[in-house]
């Protein structure tokens, strides 16, 4: 049975906050002067109004510093977890400039003995390494500064102190900052979140800029995977997106892209592809019946700037947002998109908005403002100003028109470049403190693009979710991921299988929808690769990017798509259900051991491990404990392959291999009372 996660004191610290907003956990510095909480001594209230179901209340309250600056607090709890979130919204209502705001915050205290703070850091060179750290022994913190918010560090965090701990998260697609900070003599450890960095900024009149999305998860008892499935438990209920405008939960899914089955070289990308290419491809996979839920046209379909049309370069000729009419011509693409359809495959379609290349030209050909493009001398990137009104309407109203007009059913945005160094570029042009506000204004802008978007692909039966990549897991950050879905959450993640083990034992306490490739390749870019059964099985994650050549592969093994695809929808159901890790984690370089990890539905009494004897490991036999196992009296643990039943009890299961670089699938239920279990 699923545990319960309500907590009576969370409710009540809800309720005690809005009861008393000058306890709320927030302040910052108006024109020097430090702000805590909503004081009446400070603040004029203008304004409360409350929202309760069953489910959850969801409050506003507004306030009036002076007759500029109004500050807006939103903030909603969910009961049945105890979770309580919220954001500050600062808007200027006078005729005036407000004051410098500055160092907006959230500050939290936790009292109780040892705290250890556990977490992952982010993608790129950490590659979601874990971490668990002694918050007694010195302060702890983390930032990031590139305006891809997950690249480096990764915001959220596992605090544990006393018998409990705390789930703890910022949901913003910029800079952010976390510190930690244990008072000995107290008991306490202190806990301050911003984002925006440089924040400090009056207002303009009309003005309006918001903070992150911040989040207290607090539970009961002090157990990593009590923790992190109370956490992939609130986030698949309340923060994964819908699959569609009916409200569908979203569920696992798998992709292909046809732009390694051309036949032509492919730098990245759907580069290679056009009007001719896709039939073939689409043809045999039904043939063949491999065919999976989304067809991926990726990097290099739009004209370039200059109009001509690009054959290597994808990333140097963004920005027209317009299909290439000599790759294109007419309406051939739709013609694929509609073929797809037919059989039962939506459309994902890449896009990349938030920077621009060759200014000048998209000025002459396309309408576009220079003004809008954002450069520093000396960088190569330049970025789309999103933020102003006029760039933000011509841009979405280009992305719509070709996700319209193709009936593309699912937008994938990228951004390939760290955009932090331009947003303060432009703010040294806006005048004197002006810090931080194009920023807020990019950030702001950015959430509600993906808003019209998904609205637009609802429209026609799209998603009602979008791909949240950018250069990878660049942003996996809480309040995108209302929106999108990392279908692939690392870049690196498309070549060995001994990193996505590592990924996965890592990334999916925190992100539970996500999605990797599926071979073993010798770098990410390579058309060809290894795929066998351990692969298939290290590769099974809610989004299944299949990589494969249908017609140009000589030595494509049909059977074995066919095999790992049936295997992968029967495993489906339980990725998104509680997950345990079973052995200690390890990098991409380390093949000398056991992998082994559940997903298990606790309703059904039922999941699925997935154990993996590691290339180079020595042993035959590991020793798996069973964390689930809770008041079950045992469990029936059947291999797929040899259709051998083992029967565990709570302590665990000792399992054997015959090889390295093997991978063992068995299926999980619970016995009934009076079993033996096998010695």
């Known amino acids: 049975m699923r545990v319960s996660y309500r907590n009576p004191e969370a409710d009540a610290w809800f309720d005690g906050i809005l009861r008393d907003p000058a306890c709320f956990p927030f302040r910052f510095v108006y024109d020097g002067e430090p702000v805590r909480g909503f004081s009446q001594d400070v603040f004029l209230s203008s304004g409360i109004s409350r929202e309760r179901s069953a489910d959850k209340e969801t409050a506003e309250l507004c306030f009036r510093k002076d007759e500029n600056l109004y500050v807006t607090l939103r903030c909603t709890h969910y009961f049945e977890f105890g979770v309580t979130e919220w954001t500050v919204w600062f808007e200027n209502r006078g005729k005036e400039d407000t004051g410098v705001l500055s160092e907006a915050e959230t500050v939290l205290a936790f009292p109780g003995k040892y705290p250890t703070l556990k977490g992952i850091l982010g993608d790129h060179v950490n590659a979601y390494r874990p971490y668990a750290l002694d918050v007694g022994a010195q302060p702890r913190s983390f930032e990031s500064n590139s305006g891809r918010a997950t690249h480096v560090c990764f915001p959220y965090f596992n605090l544990e102190y006393g018998d409990g701990g705390v789930m703890l998260a910022i949901g913003w697609a910029g800079t952010w900052r976390a510190d930690f900070r244990y008072n000995e003599a107290q008991g306490v450890t202190e806990y301050r979140a911003r984002s925006v960095n440089n924040l400090r900024a009056r207002l303009h009149p009309g003005e309006k800029i918001r903070t992150a999305l911040f989040v207290r998860a607090p539970y009961r008892k002090r157990n990593e995977d009590y923790a992190a499935n109370f956490w992939r438990s609130w986030f698949v209920r309340w923060n994964l997106p819908p699959a569609d405008g009916s409200g569908t939960p979203l569920s696992p899914f798998s992709t292909c892209c046809l732009a390694g089955d051309t036949g032509r070289p492919n730098s990245d990308g759907s580069i290679s592809e056009d009007f001719t290419t896709w039939r073939p491809s689409l043809e045999k996979m039904i043939?063949?019946?491999?065919?999976?839920?989304?067809?991926?046209?990726?990097?290099?379909?739009?004209?370039?700037?200059?109009?001509?049309?690009?054959?290597?370069?994808?990333?140097?000729?963004?920005?027209?947002?317009?299909?290439?009419?000599?790759?294109?011509?007419?309406?051939?693409?739709?013609?694929?998109?509609?073929?797809?359809?037919?059989?039962?495959?939506?459309?994902?379609?890449?896009?990349?908005?938030?920077?621009?290349?060759?200014?000048?030209?998209?000025?002459?050909?396309?309408?576009?403002?220079?003004?809008?493009?954002?450069?520093?001398?000396?960088?190569?990137?330049?970025?789309?100003?999103?933020?102003?009104?006029?760039?933000?309407?011509?841009?979405?109203?280009?992305?719509?028109?070709?996700?319209?007009?193709?009936?593309?059913?699912?937008?994938?945005?990228?951004?390939?470049?760290?955009?932090?160094?331009?947003?303060?570029?432009?703010?040294?042009?806006?005048?004197?403190?002006?810090?931080?506000?194009?920023?807020?204004?990019?950030?702001?802008?950015?959430?509600?693009?993906?808003?019209?978007?998904?609205?637009?692909?609802?429209?026609?039966?799209?998603?009602?979710?979008?791909?949240?990549?950018?250069?990878?897991?660049?942003?996996?950050?809480?309040?995108?991921?209302?929106?999108?879905?990392?279908?692939?959450?690392?870049?690196?993640?498309?070549?060995?299988?001994?990193?996505?083990?590592?990924?996965?034992?890592?990334?999916?306490?925190?992100?539970?929808?996500?999605?990797?490739?599926?071979?073993?390749?010798?770098?990410?870019?390579?058309?060809?690769?290894?795929?066998?059964?351990?692969?298939?099985?290290?590769?099974?994650?809610?989004?299944?990017?299949?990589?494969?050549?249908?017609?140009?592969?000589?030595?494509?093994?049909?059977?074995?798509?066919?095999?790992?695809?049936?295997?992968?929808?029967?495993?489906?159901?339980?990725?998104?259900?509680?997950?345990?890790?079973?052995?200690?984690?390890?990098?991409?370089?380390?093949?000398?051991?056991?992998?082994?990890?559940?997903?298990?539905?606790?309703?059904?009494?039922?999941?699925?491990?997935?154990?993996?004897?590691?290339?180079?490991?020595?042993?035959?036999?590991?020793?798996?404990?069973?964390?689930?196992?809770?008041?079950?009296?045992?469990?029936?643990?059947?291999?797929?392959?040899?259709?051998?039943?083992?029967?565990?009890?709570?302590?665990?299961?000792?399992?054997?291999?015959?090889?390295?670089?093997?991978?063992?699938?068995?299926?999980?239920?619970?016995?009934?009372?009076?079993?033996?279990?096998?010695?």
């Open 287 to 679: 043939r063949e019946g491999v065919q999976t839920d989304f067809r991926w046209f990726d990097a290099g379909w739009y004209a370039a700037p200059n109009g001509s049309s690009p054959q290597k370069d994808w990333w140097g000729t963004v920005g027209t947002w317009a299909l290439d009419s000599a790759k294109w011509p007419g309406k051939t693409f739709l013609e694929s998109t509609d073929f797809a359809r037919a059989h039962g495959m939506k459309t994902i379609m890449w896009f990349e908005p938030e920077r621009v290349t060759d200014p000048e030209a998209l000025a002459k050909n396309w309408g576009y403002d220079e003004t809008w493009a954002i450069r520093k001398p000396g960088l190569r990137q330049i970025a789309n100003n999103i933020g102003d009104p006029a760039c933000f309407r011509w841009t979405v109203d280009r992305i719509q028109k070709t996700l319209l007009e193709n009936r593309v059913e699912l937008y994938r945005e990228d951004n390939n470049s760290d955009p932090a160094v331009l947003w303060r570029h432009l703010d040294g042009f806006a005048g004197d403190d002006r810090g931080g506000i194009t920023e807020c204004r990019q950030i702001g802008a950015h959430y509600r693009m993906w808003d019209e978007i998904i609205a637009c692909t609802k429209s026609y039966g799209g998603c009602a979710f979008v791909d949240s990549c950018a250069s990878g897991g660049g942003r996996n950050d809480l309040e995108s991921l209302r929106r999108g879905v990392p279908l692939l959450r690392s870049d690196a993640d498309r070549t060995t299988a001994a990193l996505r083990l590592s990924m996965t034992t890592a990334f999916n306490r925190w992100v539970p929808m996500c999605g990797a490739n599926n071979r073993e390749k010798p770098d990410q870019l390579s058309p060809v690769g290894l795929l066998d059964e351990y692969v298939w099985r290290a590769s099974y994650l809610p989004v299944l990017n299949v990589d494969s050549q249908f017609v140009y592969d000589p030595d494509q093994d049909f059977s074995m798509l066919r095999w790992g695809l049936d295997e992968w929808k029967r495993v489906s159901p339980y990725l998104l259900e509680d997950f345990y890790v079973l052995t200690p984690w390890h990098t991409a370089e380390e093949t000398t051991g056991f992998t082994a990890y559940v997903f298990f539905d606790p309703d059904a009494s039922a999941g699925v491990l997935l154990a993996f004897r590691q290339e180079k490991c020595q042993e035959e036999t590991v020793f798996l404990p069973l964390p689930f196992a809770g008041d079950s009296e045992g469990f029936s643990l059947r291999d797929e392959d040899t259709g051998e039943t083992l029967n565990a009890g709570r302590q665990g299961i000792t399992l054997r291999f015959s090889r390295p670089r093997q991978a063992r699938l068995l299926w999980i239920k619970a016995l009934d009372p009076g079993f033996a279990s096998t010695p």
